[in-house]
Nanobody, 123 residues
């Protein structure tokens, strides 16, 4: 059974950094992705970043050059290092595992999602 446990997040001033981590305790090396979605109140949910078991990465244009995603050697813990944070990065961030695509609602139906962790960036 897939169970995603997130940690990290919090509040930071613009320009600061935060690190999100997510452990998939039931993960097998099945070639699927791990990654992060985010949603702010009144805003559309978006895929922020994902990484495959073979370390192929995806980044939303809005975070390229600022965020870095990585998997540990067990391929069961994904980390999102977020640097140069902006107020627009403020959102609830959700860890997900499976076949991750750009359609949040479809991903939420088909894949495992964590409970979410809040990231707040103040100006």
């Amino acid at each position: 059974e897939v169970k995603l446990v997130e940690s990290g997040g919090g509040s930071v001033q613009a320009g600061g950094s935060l690190r999100l981590s997510c452990l998939d305790s039931g993960r097998t090396n099945d070639g699927t992705d791990m990654g992060w979605y985010r949603q702010a109140p009144g805003q559309k949910c978006e895929l922020v970043s994902s990484i495959s078991s073979w370390d192929k990465t995806y980044y939303a244009d809005s975070v390229k050059g600022r965020f870095t995603i990585s998997l540990d050697d067990t391929k069961s813990r994904v980390t999102l290092q977020m640097n140069s944070l902006k107020p627009d990065d403020t959102a609830m961030y959700y860890c997900a595992a499976g076949y991750l695509g750009l359609d949040c609602e479809r991903s939420r139906r088909l894949n495992a999602w964590g409970q979410g962790t809040q990231v707040t960036v103040s100006s």
